[in-house]
């Protein structure tokens, strides 16, 4: 099995290809040692002294750090990866799901047309970007023109974040809907 690695925007955060799909569908942001319970990857993942989050996305691993060199930490998670797959032990354990904000939502249901529009746009052509370099973006609600979105993976924390938002996601959206005055982050 090779492991291909790629650096992403934010540098306290490395992407990891296995060559092969992690997750079938949604995404798992995992940020803490407790959250790692989920999946018997992420706690040998978190057992790395210097492991501070892990995101799972459809076909890629990212891995958050809290101090430390690359050059020191990626040989331990690139051996936990390679593990785990070879092993043939589930990604998650039977009773942990993948993350699903939908529930948490906020909108006015008149606004529920503008609400799809967001969220299509989001979909195919904001996520196809961020999924590159190992993140995520969703939609989290909508109201008096702002749009509210949570930055997941190697997004969250990231110091070109701001940017990604006012400049690329707030621009694409002002285009289309003219309703929105603003973007932030959740």
């Known amino acids: 099995m090779f492991i291909q690695t790629e650096a992403t925007p934010n540098p306290a955060t490395l992407k990891f290809l296995p060559g092969r799909t992690v997750l079938p569908e949604g ?3 995992l940020r803490s040692g407790e959250d790692a319970s989920r999946s018997p990857l992420a706690e040998r993942l978190f057992a790395i002294d210097g492991v501070a989050a892990v995101f799972f996305g459809h076909d890629f691993i990212t891995v958050t750090k809290t101090g430390g060199e690359w050059q020191h930490l990626k040989p331990a998670i690139l051996g936990a990866i390679m593990e785990h797959f070879m092993s043939g032990a589930p990604l998650l354990r039977e009773d942990a799901g993948v993350d699903t904000d939908e529930a948490d939502e906020f ?3 008149e606004d529920a047309a503008t ?6 746009l989001l979909e195919t052509r904001v996520r196809p970007a961020v999924a590159g370099d190992g993140g995520d973006i969703t939609f989290r609600g909508y109201r ?3 749009v509210y979105l949570a930055m997941k993976g190697s997004c969250s924390g990231c110091p070109s974040s ?3 938002l006012k400049h ?4 694409l959206l002002q285009h289309f809907l003219p ?3 603003e973007v932030e982050a959740v």
């Open 27 to 29: 995404t798992l942001d």
């Open 115 to 120: 609400v799809e529009t967001i969220k299509e």
């Open 168 to 171: 690329g996601i707030q621009n």
């Open 179 to 181: 309703d929105v005055r």
């Open 162 to 164: 701001t940017a990604t």
């Open 144 to 146: 008096n023109g702002v």
């Open 107 to 109: 909108f006015a249901e």
